[in-house]
């Protein structure tokens, strides 16, 4: 058991795996990142290894399947089958999957009646796209993930490859027009929203229940919570929204500051891993 100071109850134990391998993440830059210590990169044993610690909830990011690559489906299945718990799973969701991939994240899904999905800004291409992934998986299986780097909205490769970003002039005035209801309902340029607020707002019209907000600058840094600030206004605006966040945690008490700030499950790897 960790310190009886942290939130156990609170606390959700984070995987990131590559390869096959469970890594520590780093800022985002996937290139750095090694094996996890403890387990010695057995994300199995890093499953048991918090398990011990008194963690119940878990997050797996499949960063094999956000490059681009095939769902580690095997793996996560026998991830999901160590966990008792709520686990959510990033696959890198797009938009773009082929019907085979789906059918594999939908093996994932009614196999594991714990498991919910991730859609991320990260690699989803529009708020659009949280539409074809519920398709295919109920509402309630399904979170948002806002993903930001230095408190800027990340957005996905199709949106850069487009030249659009959250501070560029021509998304900030897409961004305006949508707001203001001058385009509502043009599926088009709602492909470019890089507000996040947009994508909350679209994702609660469908039903969505749940968001993850991770700034990915600060994963892995321990230099405190980053987040706390948008966790309590999503809180504000959203109150019937489960939050999971996370980044920069160093200890009980940056856990605690999240939760109190509006953050119902507090996203933690580092400080539990026994890194320095």
Not at 125 to 130: D, E, H, I, Y
Not at 172 to 195: K, P, S
Not at 207 to 232: E, H, W, Y
Request: glycine residues 10%.
């Amino acid at each position: 058991m960790v310190s009886a100071e942290w939130p156990l109850e609170n606390l959700v134990g984070v995987l990131d795996i590559f390869e096959g391998k469970a890594v520590h993440a780093i800022a985002g830059e996937r290139a750095k990142y090694r094996s996890v210590g403890v387990c010695d990169g057995d994300p199995v044993l890093l499953v048991r290894h918090y398990c011990r610690l008194g963690v119940r909830s878990f997050y797996i990011a499949d960063l094999d399947s956000i490059c681009g690559q095939p769902v580690q489906e095997v793996l996560l299945h026998e991830l999901a089958s160590e966990i008792e718990g709520d686990l959510l799973v990033d696959t890198g969701w797009s938009g773009a999957e082929s019907e085979s991939a789906i059918d594999g994240i939908c093996r994932l899904v009614e196999s594991h009646a714990s498991i919910g999905l991730i859609a991320a800004t990260e690699t989803a291409r529009s708020p659009l796209m949280l539409d074809r992934l519920l398709e295919h998986v109920a509402a309630e299986r399904v979170w948002l993930g806002l993903d930001f780097r230095g408190g800027d909205l990340l957005v996905s490769r199709h949106l850069r490859e487009h030249g659009f970003s959250p501070d560029s002039r021509v998304g900030a005035a897409l961004n305006a027009m949508i707001r203001d209801g001058e385009i509502v309902g043009d599926r088009t340029n709602r492909e470019f929203c890089v507000d996040c607020s947009l994508w909350l707002d679209h994702a609660t019209s469908l039903g969505m229940n749940g968001v993850v907000v991770l700034d990915i600058a600060a994963v892995g840094q321990k230099f405190g919570p980053v987040t706390g600030r948008m966790c309590s206004d999503i809180k504000k605006s959203h109150p019937h929204l489960t939050i999971w966040s996370g980044g920069g945690i160093r200890d009980a008490s940056d856990a605690m500051q999240l939760v109190q700030q509006g953050c119902d499950r507090c996203l933690v790897a580092t400080a539990l891993q026994g890194h320095p």
